[in-house]
């Protein structure tokens, strides 16, 4: 079992930066591809970004390239998101991910093995 806690979220404005945590519990976390997702408003959960077990590989949505980055650190059980230049449609509830397969097939939303419960970002324009 694999517990996910997201923190950081909040509200800025356009063109600044904010850092999302996860905290993640249990002894097997390094065994795990992890990514964050994000979902405004009435619409679907969308892929923002992956880290392979190691964090030698990351992947990322095409609506993020360049401006976002993630991170973690196996020894701290963590995950980061570093957001800059934020954009007012960056607006969402972020969410935590954690899968048993390959970061690079964490595209999709379907078969993430642990969520957090999320975190919300606002940008204001």
């Known amino acids: 079992q694999v517990q996910l806690v997201e923190s950081g979220g909040g509200l800025v404005q356009a063109g600044g930066s904010l850092r999302l945590s996860c905290a993640a519990s249990?002894?097997?976390?390094?065994?795990?591809?992890m990514g964050w997702f994000r979902q405004a408003p009435g619409k679907e959960r969308e892929f923002v970004g992956a880290?392979?077990?190691?964090?030698?590989?990351?992947y990322y949505g095409d609506a993020v390239k360049g401006r976002f980055t993630i991170s973690r650190d196996n020894a701290r059980n963590t995950v980061w998101l570093q957001m800059n230049s934020l954009k007012p449609e960056d607006t969402a509830v972020y969410y935590c991910?954690?899968?048993?397969?390959?970061?690079?097939?964490?595209?999709?939303?379907?078969?993430?093995?642990?969520w957090g419960k999320g975190t919300l970002v606002t940008v204001s324009s």
């Open positions: 991910a954690a899968a048993d397969r390959g970061a690079q097939a964490m595209g999709s939303p379907y078969g993430i093995n642990y």
């Open positions: 880290i392979s077990w190691s964090g030698g590989s990351t």
């Open positions: 249990g002894r097997t976390f390094n065994r795990y591809s």
